[in-house]
Every structure is written in C-alpha cells, then in structure tokens.
C-alpha cells in the first residue's frame, strides 16, 4: 500500500483514510462472521453444552409445559 510522492498532504490523508476505512471495513465482516460463528455453531459451558439455538429451543419448549 504505497502513496505516490507526488500527492499532496491533504490527498494523501484523504488516501490513507479511505485504506484504513476499507481495512476497518473487512475487519468488522470478519469479527461479525466470527461472532456468529461462535455464538451459533459451537457449545457454551453454560448452557450444557448446547449451541444457543439448542438452549433456545429447550427452553422454549420447557415454558410451554
């Protein structure tokens, strides 16, 4: 990610931003895909080692007995 000499200070901060923006960017596609991960797909101690949607159905199904 090298800037051309050439730009001045303001286009160059403006370039910079808009990198850092898209780095930003893909880094909350990859902790969001991650979270969803982690609270979907894998088992939580807590709940007895259900996934979430598992804990929810039990106790949904608890609720109306």
């Known amino acids: 990610m090298s800037?051309?000499?050439?730009?001045t200070g303001h286009t160059r901060?403006?370039?910079?931003?808009?990198?850092?923006s898209e780095i930003l960017n893909?880094?909350?596609?990859?902790?969001?895909r991650?979270?969803?991960?982690?609270?979907s797909e894998r088992t939580?101690?807590?709940?007895?080692y259900l996934i979430l949607e598992e804990?929810?159905?039990m106790v949904k199904k608890s609720?109306?007995?």
């Open 34 to 39: 991650w979270m969803v991960k982690y609270n």
């Open 13 to 20: 901060q403006k370039s910079w931003i808009f990198i850092y």
């Open 44 to 48: 939580h101690e807590p709940l007895n």
């Open 55 to 57: 804990y929810r159905m």
């Open 3 to 7: 800037l051309s000499n050439g730009l």
């Open 26 to 32: 893909a880094a909350r596609e990859v902790t969001e």
């Open 63 to 65: 609720a109306t007995i």
